[in-house]
């Protein structure tokens, strides 16, 4: 069938393969940004003779390009019905525009070569996979162009050995990557430049982490407002430079595992796969560590504010200052975890006015008073009450002992 495309997906991403006409007007009706997939460099998944020259031949006739899975696109392809295939993770469809028909269909048959090939699928999703970490560092890249101290401004003012250390392990990945750009795959030699990175820079990771950490304790400490408004003011650059570092160590692993699949699809590409899900889970445990500590501070800081609004009445200037960093620190951190891919909720504060604690102190000083009044007027009831009634026993009692007198001495009289 003319107008015929494969469509394989590994959750983050979106590959359309297929005659490159073909392709491009499945991306230009469905409006799918793109970027070239790269599918030449699956040569190297096969080794050599007839069927090595078979799926080489296969591959030449194919252009490929990648879709990064948005919430909007996917619901764009989920109408496609990729089914699951033999590869973990990995879904697929074949889809057509027969005839007149204006709409693209899913097709049961078709050439279909990924389909029916676990190498070439495998080796797709393993593509896939460094597209996506590709991606996720040219946002990285855009998210540290937006923070006013440049990440190697902050970097270079560490002294702290272990970040000092990451500064050359970073210039070594540059390189590395620049050369596989040029050359199209990783050697040996530009493999063995890297391979000691991944330790620095968790160890740098780690240290950022331990900082955050330090901080939302400190903040949990205070408990003066002056101390907290202090504390709070601190946090706003400090916790920006070190989402900085954090920032720049996951590119640095995203780019060490791009090299990394380009090395294995190289040398033992029946191990791409593996590899691939490996790193995703690696990756992902990354991504989880990050976000409870970031989360930790933020939750510290929601605190610190929540605190400085119960005491704005006598604290009318120092308090608003506390919410207002709380929410600076809360939207850096939101702002990194949207480059990260990390789902995060942004919550504010709103500084309490002190016009706002005086009327409400007011109101409630009124609702005392009104209630005191209230039991004043039942106790002075209660009172005249008990009053009145001893009033009326006590005259009783003097009345009846009167009475009994006169009758004695009326007595005496007449004995007399």
Known sequence: MANEIQLISDGDGLAVIGHVTDVERFLLSEGLPSKDLGVQRLKSVFGTGAAAAQAASEIAANSGRWVKLTKESAERVKKFGLMETKTPGVSHAMVGKPGSIKNWLQIEKGAGSFLTNPGLLAGAAGIMAQLAMQQ????????????????????????????????????????????????????????????????????????????????????????????????????????REWLAVLARCFQLQDAIAVLELDRVLDTTPHELDQHRLGLRAARQNRLDLISRSTERLVARMNAAAGTANAKVLLNPAKSPAVVQSSNHVATSVHDFHGRLGIESGRQSSEPRRWVDAASEARDKALETGAKSVDAAISLGNETLELASSVTAKLSSGIAERALRWLGDEEERDADG
Do not use: F
């Open 136 to 239: 996720t560092m040219d946002e990285i890249t855009d998210y540290l162009a937006t923070i006013d101290e440049k990440v190697d401004d902050v970097l270079r003012a560490q002294k702290d050995a272990v970040v000092a250390r990451m500064i050359g392990v970073d210039l070594i990945i540059e390189e590395a990557m620049t050369i596989r750009e040029q050359v199209g795959r990783v050697s040996e030699v530009t493999w063995s430049k890297v391979q000691a990175a991944p330790a620095t820079i968790a160890d740098t990771q780690a240290y950022a982490l331990r900082q955050l950490d330090a901080l939302a304790e400190k903040m949990e400490r205070k408990t003066k407002i002056g101390d907290l408004a202090t504390t709070a003011k601190e946090a706003e650059s400090t916790v």
